[in-house]
């Protein structure tokens, strides 16, 4: 299961991953983030060794959502060494987001 | 799932796609439904439906399209999420393939394909989706409070637009590429009267600019009309009179520049049915309709938005669904 993470683990969590790590901004009114919700945990679990899947809750951090930009949910980004490198926005499938990590993971 | 032959196969899951499918499983018809990534049609991106029958106190549409999916797999339709990528209508039982490269045969197919947003195609407008560029207000509203938004249309799907986005954003503009609104006195009574919306009355955007985010919309107006927020005088203004900025004004046209933080825009939408090369349509795609609910080519019938032009409703859509699933049960049992 992706951890959900929060405001103050943001820096830690994911900014100081040593692997890629990909970040789920959601909210329970929003009725895409449930179609892609489960499409993030497949594909954490066939890429768990290579990238790192988070959750963050939109409605209960303010902090990350607004220093990124998140404007629309769901949106995805893939950070690297602390940088959004490859901001997704709006459902994904499963390919597509492979298809991106694999460009990121060189 | 792939090697048995299907009496139907519906594609497209909104409210013509389930309401086929309800009837067509009923009728004890062995039905597959390609529903796509994200299923449920146009209902899906919107809060209240306070026009749907059956529901005096309004319903959720999420809550309504989840309900329709119940009930059509409550009476066999076998639904699964996957993108529809082509067919062959040429052979008998028709071929239908899906993104993943799976192969469905049907005796009978419902092309329900519905409409989706149609944009304004200008440069910085594609890049900014998500990040101040949005088609859907009930989805997005949330992310523009106290911020300044710009709404893109005339019609009642614009009235709507800039009404959710007035409840977040501190100020909206309505913009329109002519004088008078084509929406449903209803909806334009409400928002002329909304203190927070100013309208732009023959205006239009040429550019989206900004650098990680929307932040400036380019304008090209001619003869901007301007309705203040809270008033019902319309004026004749300059763009500065409103706080832009004029780039360039030439033979009756003023190019100008506007600052925001966001554009909405609900010009209306394109019907799905470029992915049915052999499909007949009009020139603006809308699937041609022969008798009741066929298409030119037999055994293929036609429901909902990716036809439907005129009233573009989900319960008329929902109607065209069941005339499709009853046009198609009787052409099955004539072929017997």
């Known amino acids: ?106 | 799932m792939e090697n048995e032959i299907y009496d139907i196969a519906i594609i497209g899951s909104g409210p013509s796609g389930l309401t086929a499918g309800i009837y067509t499983s009923r009728a004890d018809l062995k039905t597959i439904m390609f529903a796509g990534l994200k299923w449920g049609g146009q209902l899906m991106l919107t809060t209240e439906v306070e026009n749907f029958p059956g529901f005096p106190d309004g319903i959720m549409g999420p809550e309504l399209m989840s309900n329709m999916r119940k009930q059509a797999e409550k009476y066999g339709t076998k639904i699964i999420d996957v993108n529809f990528s082509q067919a062959d209508f040429s052979q008998n039982p028709k071929k239908l393939v899906t993104e993943d490269g799976k192969e469905f045969y049907s005796k009978a197919v419902i092309i329900a394909t519905g409409a989706d947003t149609k944009w304004l195609q200008i440069p910085g407008e594609q890049e900014k989706i998500g990040r101040g560029i949005s088609s859907c207000a009930p989805c997005d509203a949330a992310f523009y409070r106290n911020k300044k938004v710009v709404v893109v249309g005339g019609g009642d799907s614009a009235m709507e637009e800039a009404h959710v986005l007035s409840k977040f954003a501190s100020e909206v503009y309505l913009v329109h590429r002519r004088e008078e609104f084509r929406a449903s006195d209803i909806m334009k009574k409400r928002v002329l009267e909304n203190p927070k919306v100013t309208v732009f009355y023959n205006t239009a955007p040429l550019e989206v600019l900004g650098d990680q985010v929307v932040e400036v919309i380019k304008f090209s107006s001619k003869n901007l009309k301007v309705k203040p927020a809270g008033s019902n005088d319309v004026k004749e203004l300059s763009p500065e009179d409103v706080g832009g900025k004029i780039i360039s004004s030439k033979d009756g046209e003023t190019i100008w520049e506007f600052k925001a933080n966001g554009m909405f825009v609900a010009i209306g939408h394109i019907p799905n049915s470029g992915v049915f090369p052999d499909i007949e349509h009009d020139e603006k795609g809308f699937v041609k309709r022969h008798s009741d609910s066929k298409t030119n080519i037999e055994g293929v019938f036609v429901s909902g938005d990716v036809h439907d032009h005129r009233y573009m409703q989900g319960i008329t859509a929902a109607g065209y669904g069941c005339e499709a699933a009853l046009d198609a049960q009787h052409w099955l049992e004539d072929q017997e």
């Open chain 1, 1 to 106: 299961m992706a951890l959900n993470i929060t405001d103050d683990i943001f820096e830690k969590e994911v900014l100081q991953s040593e692997r890629l790590t990909l970040v789920d901004f959601w909210a329970e009114w929003c009725q895409p983030c449930k179609i892609v919700g489960p499409i993030v945990e497949e594909f954490g679990e066939e890429y768990k060794d290579k990238v790192k899947v988070v959750k963050m809750d939109v409605d209960a951090n303010t902090d990350a959502p607004g220093r990124y930009n998140i404007m629309s949910i769901p949106t995805l980004i893939f950070f690297k060494n602390g940088q959004p490198e490859k901001i997704m926005v709006g459902v994904q499938s499963k390919e597509q987001l492979k298809q991106a990590a694999d460009e990121l993971l060189g």
